[in-house]
């Protein structure tokens, strides 16, 4: 099973819709989580962290079940601009203070006019 | 300011040739990891360098794989022998702390393809 494993996608949604991207995570000991936003042919960015308690940046919306091992990221509005890679990280420290992101495969979603 | 570099953007090697990748994180920066993205897949993490040392580098392939970090700054990863499987994007990132999760900043990446 891989560590991290996302909705294989792509999705294909008009502006305005909402969009919901969801991920699950194998290693029980991770301890912070993200969403990271990936254009075509661009680096990574950090889109958002994820907290137990749910959070919202604008149109966007992550939220952690620790108990499922379970992340999502909502998007709401969707807006042509958001048409990328959206891909789930988890962060464990493997010692060392080594703090290693382990991502998934990422989602492609495209945002048609 | 400026961000993570990385040189060259793109690589073109023959099978069996070595190749050094190199990597400018922000200044300042102590923490720096190498990753490797493959087509259709996510960031995989390779070596990570606090300072001057390499902290883990669990994630190097094989022995074809080495990166050094001699003055703390500049890295350079270096493949031998490259297959065609090596074929990716090499990507380099940084981050300030050492104590807690900073984040990690990434640079373009650098495209290397094995002919």
């Known amino acids: 099973r891989k560590e991290v494993e996302q909705d294989p996608g792509p999705f294909n949604v008009p502006e305005g819709a909402t969009v919901a991207f969801n991920c699950t995570y194998s290693n029980s000991a991770s301890q912070s989580f993200f969403w990271y936003r990936q254009d075509c042919r661009k680096e990574p960015k950090l889109l958002m962290s994820v907290y137990s308690s749910g959070n919202e940046d604008g149109r966007f919306t992550a939220q952690l079940n620790r108990a499922s091992q379970y992340i999502s990221l909502l998007i709401r509005d969707s807006k042509l601009s958001d048409s990328a890679t959206y891909l789930c990280v988890v962060l464990q420290d493997s010692g060392g203070s080594n703090y290693k992101l382990t991502f998934g495969k990422g989602t492609l979603l495209t945002v048609n006019p | 300011g400026a961000g993570v570099s990385q040189t060259p953007s793109n690589k073109v090697t023959e099978k069996g040739k070595y190749v050094e990748l190199r990597c400018d994180p922000i200044?300042?920066?102590?923490?720096l990891y190498w990753y490797r993205q493959s087509l259709g897949q996510g960031p995989e993490f390779l070596i990570y360098f606090q300072g001057t040392g390499a902290a883990d580098d669990s994630g190097l392939p094989n022995d074809r794989f080495f990166a050094v970090r001699p003055e703390g700054s500049v890295s350079t990863l270096k493949i031998q022998r490259t297959e065609r499987g090596d074929s990716a994007v090499y990507l380099c990132a940084s981050s300030p702390g050492t104590f807690s999760y900073n984040e990690q900043f990434f640079g373009p990446g650098t495209r290397l393809t094995v002919l």
């Open positions: 200044s300042g920066h102590t923490a």
